[in-house]
């Protein structure tokens, strides 16, 4: 149970409410504190954070809106749920907006209602707070790692090559990506990106950037990353952000080919349809190396395992990606790529 032994502040004008849950709060291992309005509730956040906060909305002098104007930005990860009277839910709802969490109605008619909405707004609350510490390392994580290949290397694009190479590997280790995806993405990207008519130096770049797609996993819990179930719809949205910090670390510099594994980073996940992530750009909008790289990714990710899925079979897999064709794929660059399959095959059966 998530909310065993957290703090959490109650607080409500009415006394037999506020007593009742917080007698409830302190049966099921919370450690309850209690405020019987606005005024006193700021004061006891003014020197304590807690891991919660349940908040009358209609209270005299301060209500429950003031509390929260004034508790949000000192504190966004601290859930609060408000309560609110019944036939008052645009009340409810407008507090949302100005940060509250969830919202239970008045009076609570059952205990284990509240229990539930509390242990939910808890779960949500830890994985903001471990993906948050995770960003704040992230970067200077990078920075180290980067200086100290740079220090050992003489040659810039063979420094640009290892540290991408590196950071794959390190990508790699904490999802458990089957050994070889990056090289496979990395040799399968560089060739389609030469079927669509990119240069020679081109393709060298694409071939060196197309691995660090999933660089912003770095920045994700290891318990969602590896988790074997299905993800919550919290836990999905955090793998989401992969793209948005691997753009973040990549994209600040001045290196060419660091620029443009910041864009693939960045749109790797976007789809033909719009109907992608993180910024739902479609068609032509979304950058070509991406568009590259998505087709790639993709055909190897399904047709090798992972911790939440068997590989796909060649015929199930190539199935899926005609199918979405016009959908995940540029159409083009899938016809290309299915146009010259054996080509690609080689290099699957070169690198399994």
């Not at 996940?269 to 568009?291: C, L, Q, T, V």
């Amino acid at each position: 149970m998530e909310s065993k032994g957290k703090s959490i502040l109650v607080v409500d004008d009415e006394m037999a409410i506020r007593e009742s849950i917080a007698d409830y709060l302190e049966d099921t291992g919370c450690f309850p504190e209690t405020a019987s309005n606005g005024i006193e509730a700021l004061e006891k956040l003014a020197v304590k954070e807690y891991d919660a906060m349940i908040l009358d909305l209609n209270m005299p002098g301060v209500d429950g809106f003031g509390v929260i104007e004034k508790t949000f930005p000192l504190y966004p990860e601290m859930p609060i749920i408000v309560l609110s009277g019944v036939g008052v839910l645009d009340k409810a709802v407008e507090a949302i907006r100005k940060g509250a969490w969830d919202f239970l109605g008045k009076p609570i008619e059952s205990f284990s209602v509240l229990s539930l909405t509390l242990n939910r707004a808890l779960e949500r609350a830890r994985l903001l707070k471990e993906n948050r510490l995770y960003k704040e390392h992230l970067e200077e994580e990078v920075r180290k790692k980067t200086e100290q290949v740079l220090e050992m290397s003489r040659s810039l694009i063979l420094t640009q090559k290892e540290i991408i190479l590196r950071l794959g590997d390190v990508v790699e280790t904490r999802s458990h990506e089957t050994g070889n995806h990056v090289l496979r993405v990395s040799e399968y990207a560089a060739l389609l990106g030469k079927l669509a008519g990119m240069s020679n130096e081109e393709a060298e770049d694409l071939k060196v950037a197309s691995p660090m797609h999933d660089v912003g996993k770095i920045g994700i819990s290891d318990l969602v990353l590896n988790k074997p179930g299905k993800l919550t719809d919290d836990e999905f949205k955090l793998i989401q952000q992969h793209t948005v910090m691997g753009y973040h670390i990549f994209h600040k510099s001045s290196l060419p080919v660091l620029q443009l594994a910041a864009e693939i980073a960045l749109n790797h996940h976007e789809m033909w349809n719009g109907e992608g992530y993180p910024n739902g750009i479609a068609g032509d909008k979304i950058p070509f190396s991406a568009r590259i790289t998505t087709v790639v990714d993709v055909f190897d990710a399904i047709t090798h395992a992972r911790v939440y899925k068997e590989a796909w079979t060649m015929d199930d897999s190539l199935k899926f990606m005609k199918e979405n064709s016009g959908i995940i794929f540029d159409p083009e660059l899938l016809l290309l790529f299915l146009k010259n399959f054996d080509a690609f095959l080689d290099i699957f059966n070169r690198l399994p």
